[in-house]
């Protein structure tokens, strides 16, 4: 039997070879160059749309028996390219592995599916007295299973941690086709790495009790005052969530939105507080002993409403380029006044978020537009920020495909030599998301690391792509600034 008519007599409907779906699938919401993505083959020859962990067995067992690489897929929403195929092969969509398969409400516990989008989560704990500890900002579409095998920070982190931190237990499907469940240690490898050492069909996530949110916001008058300020917050038990954002970033939302900016310098720092906990006063005092102060109800009231939106400042680009890294708050100073050094003329936004532990987690978005000549040049930029705050204590955020090159780097070298060795040992043909842990590897010359050449091009043109004023469609009247 052919590899087609085989996924034919398991999947039925819900496997596609039809060109225009696997169009679709050939991308993330990253924008990157065509000549880019020509150098790998990031079109799938076939989409299998999973609706089970028993139909990702199958897919795996289908895949391991045809030699075909295989993509886990969730709502690609993460930009990195770990959800783009590198070698062809076949996408699995998960998004319809989306059941919430049970609720304990005596150990605030849920049970999922990877497919399960965080505000739906949101929305069917309700019931139940729940609600998610964490969630990305791109809450609205994004999947638990998709933020765990990436990887990340977002809403709560100040008070819950990454999202690794949210995971108990989970399920994950092997080449075999056998389904294992794994927590603690044995857990470890399969988050953050995209998928390359098994595909999870199920999550067990720790929940908070739900209970109404007050949100406060503050201005401080530059990024020491912020940083001092996030410091005090971490020992406050009422502060659930803590972000920030710079001026530049306010004018470029108010432009985007046509109003005035929340704050015309400094930094604007959002709370989120458990109501039932919450002391304005005390929070007053704390900005207060800063040198910041509190702000309107109603600008609190917009950035809470707004948080799902942080790319709304994208439509006067149309593009943005995203530049994202962690560092700790002591090395946020630094890294602020040299990204204001660095990015002469340009405008961009800092938007970043508190972690426990001293962290921030930081976004520098920089407009421009994907459809000009330059942009491939230009993109040198989204690296920028990256290697200032590398200097400043920082490290990448992220692997993906396009920064596998630094896996090292973000998993630790303990946790990437154990990785190393589950992968050649359950995946010595690296069939599942190749590209991720290692590579990808250029098909014409498969020696030559794509991640590294991007790291390196990046390196040599950033100097010059940091001349190049941004091709936004408008121009602003407000240029970004960090104080
Ligand atoms: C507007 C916006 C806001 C964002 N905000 C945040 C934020 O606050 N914090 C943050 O960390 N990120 C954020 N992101 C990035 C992204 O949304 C998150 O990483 C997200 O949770 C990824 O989920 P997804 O379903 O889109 O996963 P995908 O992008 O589809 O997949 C991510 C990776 O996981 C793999 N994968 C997916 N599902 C599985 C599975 N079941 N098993 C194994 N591997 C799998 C994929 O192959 C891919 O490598 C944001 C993105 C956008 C566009």
Not at 287 to 314: F, N, S
Not at 319 to 331: K, M, N, R, T
Request: glycine letters at 10%; aromatic letters at 8%; charged letters at 20%.
């Amino acid at each position: 039997m052919t590899y087609q008519e085989a996924a034919e007599r398991a999947f039925g409907k819900a496997v596609s070879f039809d060109p225009q779906i696997l169009r679709s699938y050939d991308h993330d919401l990253g924008e990157m160059p065509r000549p880019l993505m020509a150098l790998i083959q990031h079109r799938p020859h076939t989409v299998v749309v999973a609706r089970s962990a028993a139909d990702v067995a199958t897919a795996l067992s289908l895949a391991e028996r045809y030699d075909v690489p295989v993509t886990p897929r969730g709502q690609a929403s993460a930009g990195y390219g770990g959800a783009i195929p590198s070698r062809g092969g076949m996408v699995l969509d998960l998004s319809n592995c989306n059941r919430i398969l049970a609720v304990d409400a005596d150990k605030n516990t849920v049970d999922v599916e990877p497919g399960v989008v965080w505000e739906d989560l949101s929305r069917a704990l309700a019931p139940h007295g729940l609600d998610n500890r964490v969630c990305p900002t791109s809450a609205p579409s994004s999947t638990v299973g998709g933020w765990f095998a990436m990887g990340g920070v977002g809403i709560g982190s100040l008070r819950y941690g990454s999202i690794r931190d949210s995971v108990l237990e989970i399920d994950v499907a092997g080449l075999d086709g056998t389904i294992r469940t794994l927590a603690g240690a044995d857990m470890e490898p399969f988050h953050q790495t995209c998928g390359g050492l098994g595909v999870i069909t199920r999550l067990r996530l720790a929940c908070r009790p739900a209970g109404a949110i007050l949100p406060l916001a503050v201005r401080l008058p530059d990024a020491a005052a912020a940083t001092r300020f996030l410091e005090t917050l971490e020992t406050s038990p009422a502060v659930y969530s803590a972000s920030l954002v710079n001026a530049g970033y306010c004018a470029l939302r108010a432009e985007a939105e046509g109003h005035v900016p929340a704050i015309a310098s400094g930094f604007l720092v959002s709370l989120a507080l458990f109501e039932s906990q919450a002391d304005t006063a005390e929070i007053a005092r704390l900005a207060a002993a800063c040198g910041g102060e509190l702000l309107d109800d109603a600008v609190a009231a917009m950035e809470w409403e707004g948080r799902y939106y942080p790319m709304r400042i994208k439509k006067i680009g149309p593009s943005a380029l995203v530049g994202e890294f962690i560092v700790p708050l002591q090395g946020f100073v630094a890294t602020a006044a040299a990204l204001t050094a660095a990015l002469p003329g340009d405008c961009f936004g800092l938007e970043a978020f508190a972690v426990c532990g001293g962290k921030l987690a930081v976004l520098v978005y920089i407009l421009d537009d994907a459809k000009t000549l330059l942009y491939p040049l230009r993109m040198a930029k989204a690296m920028i920020p990256l290697r200032l705050a590398i200097r400043h204590g920082g490290a990448p955020y992220a692997t993906g495909m396009w920064f596998s090159a630094l896996a090292r780097t973000i998993y630790g070298q303990d946790k990437y030599k154990r990785i190393a060795r589950l992968k050649t040992a359950q995946d010595s043909r690296d069939l599942l998301n190749p590209g991720t842990i290692s590579g990808p590897w250029l098909p014409f010359l498969p020696f030559i690391n794509l991640s590294r050449c991007i790291l390196w091009a990046t390196a040599c043109l950033a100097p010059l792509a940091a001349r190049l004023p941004c091709a936004r469609r408008r121009a602003s009247k407000h240029p970004g600034a960090t104080s």
